[in-house]
């Protein structure tokens, strides 16, 4: 994917109009639909208000998904649950507390002779 199509993507996903994102990132709306339609690209400073705006990477907004590691893409992951009610953050953590107290088990008992 793109920049243009990426930040066409991440603006639609938050709902917001090109107006709105112009507005985020200190731009002008025409701005926003040249970014999307291709005819300009971001400078640096547009790139990082818009990855600031947007909550990713800058090399998200450039590369996207194929150079992220699986620790990068668990990270990324992580990084949203700040968007999740308090409830459903805590099933999350609390998955993960299991899942982790059981590879230690596990590790435990395999080191039992």
């Known amino acids: 994917m793109s920049l243009r199509e990426r930040v066409r993507q991440l603006r639609e996903e938050r709902g917001w109009s090109q ?49 992220l590691s699986p620790e990068d893409a668990l990270g990324d992951r992580l990084a949203g649950l700040a968007e999740l009610d308090g409830h459903d953050r805590e099933l999350v953590l609390s998955f993960i507390d299991a899942l982790i107290t059981k590879t230690r088990l596990k590790a435990l008992a395999g080191g039992i002779s």
Do not use: C, M, N
């Open 19 to 67: 107006g709105e994102l112009a507005e985020k990132i200190a731009a002008g709306p025409s701005q926003i639909s040249r970014y999307e339609h291709g005819r300009i690209t971001p400078s640096a400073e547009a790139i990082i208000r818009l990855a600031e705006t947007f909550g990713v990477s800058i090399d998200y907004l450039l590369i996207g998904d194929a150079l």
